[in-house]
Nanobody, 122 residues
């Protein structure tokens, strides 16, 4: 059973930056595809970015250039660097994991963290 714990969320002004972390335990982190998803109030959970076991990265088109995903297999930790934040980035951000191929569909992911709130003020 893989457990995921996100941290690093908070309140930031538009144009600012945040770095989210996701600590994984209970599995072989390097064998997992990892992803970040977000959910704003009244909206469906949406794909943000994902990274494969070999560190190939995938991004939602609207977020390319502002967000960067990375992983540190030695620390069993996933990161999301978010720059030039906008009010529309406000959401709960979730870390997710799955074995096998990296995908962008939330329904493909087997393990989820509890989420961390990111609020961007204008």
């Amino acid at each position: 059973q893989v457990m995921l714990v996100e941290s690093g969320g908070g309140l930031v002004q538009a144009g600012g930056s945040l770095r989210l972390s996701c600590a994984a335990s209970g599995g072989t982190f390097s064998s997992l595809s990892m992803g970040w998803f977000r959910q704003a109030p009244g909206k469906e959970r949406e794909f943000v970015t994902a990274i494969s076991q070999t560190s190939n990265t995938y991004y939602a088109d609207s977020l390319k250039g502002r967000f960067t995903i990375s992983r540190d297999n030695a620390k069993n930790t996933l990161y999301l660097q978010m720059n030039s934040l906008k009010p529309e980035d406000t959401a709960v951000y979730y870390c997710a994991a799955r074995r096998g191929l990296t995908t962008t569909r939330p329904s493909d992911y087997d393990y989820w963290g509890q989420g961390t709130q990111v609020t961007v003020s204008s």
